[in-house]
């Protein structure tokens, strides 16, 4: 289950990744598609979240920026 952390309200445009940078702010980069590139980033908007190890960030449907424990499946090692 996932929970609020900011809202930030951001209105998506299609073609855009939207991700939380490592200044805990909101950006977005053009995506990639066909022989095109995809373009530099810029700051949507600055939330300035910092991080705990454990969680994975995002942004949710509803534009605002939202954390969820990430689940550490697999086999475990054997030696």
């Given at each position: 289950m996932?929970?609020k952390?900011?809202k930030?309200?951001?209105?998506?445009?299609k073609?855009y990744?939207?991700y939380?940078d490592?200044?805990?702010?909101?950006?977005?980069a053009k995506?990639?598609?066909?022989?095109?590139?995809g373009g530099r980033?810029e700051?949507?908007?600055?939330?300035g979240?910092?991080?705990e190890?454990?969680?994975?960030?995002?942004?949710?449907?509803?534009?605002?920026?939202s954390?969820?424990?990430?689940v550490?499946?697999g086999?475990?090692?054997?030696?």
């Amino acid at each position: 289950m996932a929970q609020k952390i900011a809202k930030a309200g951001i209105k998506r445009q299609k073609g855009y990744l939207y991700y939380l940078d490592k200044q805990g702010d909101v950006s977005r980069a053009k995506m990639a598609r066909g022989g095109s590139k995809g373009g530099r980033p810029e700051k949507v908007k600055k939330v300035g979240i910092k991080r705990e190890e454990g969680f994975l960030y995002f942004i949710d449907k509803q534009g605002d920026v939202s954390r969820a424990k990430m689940v550490r499946g697999g086999r475990k090692k054997r030696r």
